[in-house]
């Protein structure tokens, strides 16, 4: 063999090694599917943030029950005419909230009702579409990891359980109730919760680089894995919250009823007991306050685990982003709450939330690097 064919020859076979070893830096079209599917989620995200934030802004102004129907296709179009409106008002005024809370809502304060709880529907089609067409798209052009299609698969999946529970939990307040049942609230608010955390957990993934830091120690994991679990209970907990109007009632902190703890007869006056966890308004609320100082302590702890572990860093940084957060968000419910709800500061509590859920996602998601990969490629993509 020639010196030229044998350079030649170990130099096809170096290149077959490098392509197909882990350590291999990763083609250039690998790094923009990378791009274009991290760039694409974080737009979801964005979306299901705001689809929250409104939400959020119809419970609060009495709107989710203004359209008694739902019409997935027909329903994108508004009321175009007078008569539309007057036949749409008119429904409303058939279910039991109209008849026995708000029967001197006239058509213009309906109509206003109306356009919020439209919007909110309206951006949920809207997030179904601008999740479901790129992907349909990357999966066509080949652009989309194996391992990557059953995961958003899923999540394509909870965004449409997320719109059949809407409508369930809509549909538990146009008879026998005045308001939507807070339990079903409560599930709507945290399969929300849990699509956002998934985006936000695979579009981490696809950053570059992920792979290059070995995984945090194990107790580090563990003390954020909580602090997530946490959360989405103080989420739940909130949600039940609102759908019992609990912000209304005990608006004092940190006492209930002069009471830090309130008398166990008053948290357990519903039978079965249960039930109290559900329906009983100072049990939930209570349950709430002391869940906020859980998660604030877990914050705590966090930050202070993680600089005896592996010190100052990344990880440091992000343990303290979490604690101020989380700080915040109790702040931000204190006021609510003694304040009796106003809606821009509810909504702030609200949006302050889902900000902590992300960055406990994030923090999370980092310290389960990929210790086996020492470089961002397609087949480290999760």
Known sequence: MSANAATATFLAVTDRLTLSTPLAAPRSDERDDARALRLWLWVVAAL???MVIVGGAVR???SGLSITEWKPVTGVVPPLSHAAWLAEFEKYKQIPQYRELFPDTDLSRFQAIYTW????RLLGRLIGIAF???LVLFWWMGRLPASLTPK????LGLGALQGAVGWWMV???LSGRVEVAQERLAIHL???SLTLAAIVWIAVGLERGSGTATRAPRRLRIIAACLLAFIFVQIGLGGLVAGLRGGLTYNTWPLMDGRFVPPLDHLTRLSPYWSNLLDNVTTVQFAHRMTAYCVLMLAILQVIAVKRA???GEAYRRAHIMFGLVFLQVIAGITTLVLVVPVSIALVHQGLAMLVLIAATIHLRRLFADPHAARFTSSSLS
Do not use: D, Q
């Open 48 to 50: 299901v943030f705001l």
């Open 60 to 62: 609060l102004t009495e």
């Open 117 to 120: 709880e439209w919007g909110h």
């Open 132 to 134: 479901a067409i790129p």
């Open 152 to 155: 958003l698969l899923a999540i």
């Open 171 to 173: 549909a538990s307040g």
């Open 190 to 192: 945290l399969l929300a």
């Open 310 to 312: 592996i010190g100052r």
